[in-house]
């Protein structure tokens, strides 16, 4: 007996179509996997050697990686891990592209406020004139000293003892590097139909002519007429995000600390006033209405800072020389 199989011809149309299909299926998976792959492994080199597919080896058993961390193992991988894996790499794709569009809108924003800067309103170099009258404006604002220390007052707001010893100024300063920095850059003051500028929140701007770092150029101008080697930082720590101000800018100082370590003085420089009068008491000097000095100390409380001391004399010393070049008029 002959065992014969009859075969219907669109039956193995149908099988040859589905064949190729499938065929068609797999070649087009295989290439888009090498596509996903090498997007990943460009992204694993652009985050300075970290591997994205090293995490998936720990957290999903059954993905193998060789030496470079970017291979998929071929008979251990399941459907469930493979679309997982891709769904992780487009998600990270996203995100680094929402990233880098967020980067260079900042780059676009900081780079318009420093053409801004590059147009600096400079006022010719003046050194400070002496024998002015001096008069404290009233306010409402009561007084909040806790100690006066020949003429300077001072607000203790630590545990510590206020002696005539910790207070007294005898501290010397070199006409080494100085160097001014400003935690919360972007602050700014208040508008005036002269000066205007594009705020960029409550009291800030980018724009460097109308922040505090104006005030910091001028505080630059200064020292170098009088001598003194300045470095002066006008790098953003507050801006695009407020959070994380005080870490970024203690990086900046400790690469600069590194860089010029003959640095004597170090002054974070901030705008400390609003737009009225109940704050705290303006001064005239001459025909001139300016804001008062406020030192900010850090004592060796929270954290170890040995040297507050020395600090706090030196604040005690700027202190005096200013009542003395501008002695408040009775």
Same mark, same amino acid.
């Given at each position: 007996?002959?065992?014969?199989?009859?075969?219907?011809?669109?039956?193995?149309?149908?099988?040859?179509?589905?064949?190729?299909?499938?065929?068609?299926?797999?070649?087009?998976?295989?290439?888009?996997?090498?596509?996903?792959?090498?997007?990943?492994?460009?992204?694993?080199?652009?985050?300075?050697?970290?591997?994205?597919?090293?995490?998936?080896?720990?957290?999903?058993?059954?993905?193998?990686?060789?030496?470079?961390?970017?291979?998929?193992?071929?008979?251990?991988?399941?459907?469930?891990?493979?679309?997982?894996?891709?769904?992780?790499?487009?998600?990270?794709?996203?995100?680094?592209?929402?990233?880098?569009?967020?980067?260079?809108?900042?780059?676009?924003?900081?780079?318009?406020?420093?053409?801004?800067?590059?147009?600096?309103?400079?006022?010719?170099?003046?050194?400070?004139?002496?024998?002015?009258?001096?008069?404290?404006?009233?306010?409402?604002?009561?007084?909040?000293?806790?100690?006066?220390?020949?003429?300077?007052?001072?607000?203790?707001?630590?545990?510590? +003892?206020?002696? /005539? =010893?910790?207070?007294?100024?005898?501290?010397? !300063?070199?006409?080494? @590097? #100085?160097?001014?920095? %400003?935690?919360?850059?972007?602050?700014?003051?208040?508008?005036?139909?002269?000066?205007?500028?594009?705020?960029?929140?409550?009291?800030?701007?980018?724009?460097?002519?109308?922040?505090?770092?104006?005030?910091?150029?001028?505080?630059?101008?200064?020292?170098?007429?009088?001598?003194?080697?300045?470095?002066?930082?006008?790098?953003?720590?507050?801006?695009?995000?407020?959070?994380?101000?005080?870490?970024?800018?203690?990086?900046?100082?400790?690469?600069?600390?590194?860089?010029?370590?003959?640095?004597?003085?170090?002054?974070?420089?901030?705008?400390?006033?609003?737009?009225?009068?109940?704050?705290?008491?303006?001064? +005239?000097?001459? /025909? =001139?209405?300016?804001?008062?000095?406020?030192? !900010?100390?850090?004592? @060796? #409380?929270?954290?170890? %800072?040995?040297?507050?001391?020395?600090?706090?004399?030196?604040?005690?010393?700027?202190?005096?020389?200013?009542?003395?070049?501008?002695?408040?008029?009775?």
């Amino acid at each position: 007996m002959i065992n014969m199989a009859v075969l219907n011809l669109k039956d193995v149309i149908k099988y040859l179509i589905k064949i190729t299909l499938i065929i068609t299926v797999v070649i087009g998976l295989t290439k888009y996997f090498s596509t996903v792959k090498a997007s990943i492994a460009k992204k694993a080199e652009e985050l300075e050697g970290f591997s994205f597919t090293s995490c998936l080896d720990i957290t999903i058993p059954g993905i193998a990686s060789d030496k470079q961390g970017e291979k998929i193992g071929e008979l251990q991988t399941s459907p469930l891990e493979t679309m997982l894996y891709l769904n992780l790499g487009m998600l990270n794709s996203l995100k680094d592209q929402s990233v880098e569009k967020k980067e260079s809108e900042d780059n676009k924003q900081a780079n318009k406020t420093q053409e801004d800067t590059n147009q600096e309103i400079e006022e010719p170099l003046q050194k400070a004139q002496t024998g002015l009258d001096t008069e404290v404006q009233k306010t409402n604002v009561p007084e909040k000293y806790t100690s006066e220390y020949k003429g300077v007052k001072i607000r203790n707001e630590t545990k510590y +003892k206020l002696t /005539e =010893e910790i207070l007294t100024p005898n501290v010397t !300063v070199k006409k080494d @590097n #100085i160097l001014i920095f %400003h935690t919360h850059t972007c602050e700014s003051y208040t508008p005036s139909e002269k000066y205007q500028y594009k705020q960029t929140g409550n009291y800030r701007t980018t724009d460097r002519n109308f922040s505090v770092v104006r005030v910091g150029r001028e505080l630059d101008r200064q020292l170098q007429n009088y001598g003194y080697n300045v470095i002066h930082s006008e790098t953003y720590h507050d801006y695009p995000s407020y959070t994380g101000s005080y870490e970024n800018s203690y990086k900046t100082v400790t690469n600069l600390l590194q860089k010029n370590k003959n640095t004597d003085i170090v002054i974070d420089l901030h705008r400390d006033a609003i737009s009225d009068y109940s704050y705290a008491p303006t001064v +005239k000097i001459g /025909e =001139e209405y300016v804001a008062q000095l406020m030192f !900010v100390i850090g004592g @060796n #409380i929270s954290k170890e %800072h040995p040297n507050w001391q020395q600090n706090l004399k030196f604040a005690v010393k700027i202190q005096q020389k200013a009542n003395e070049m501008y002695p408040r008029s009775v």
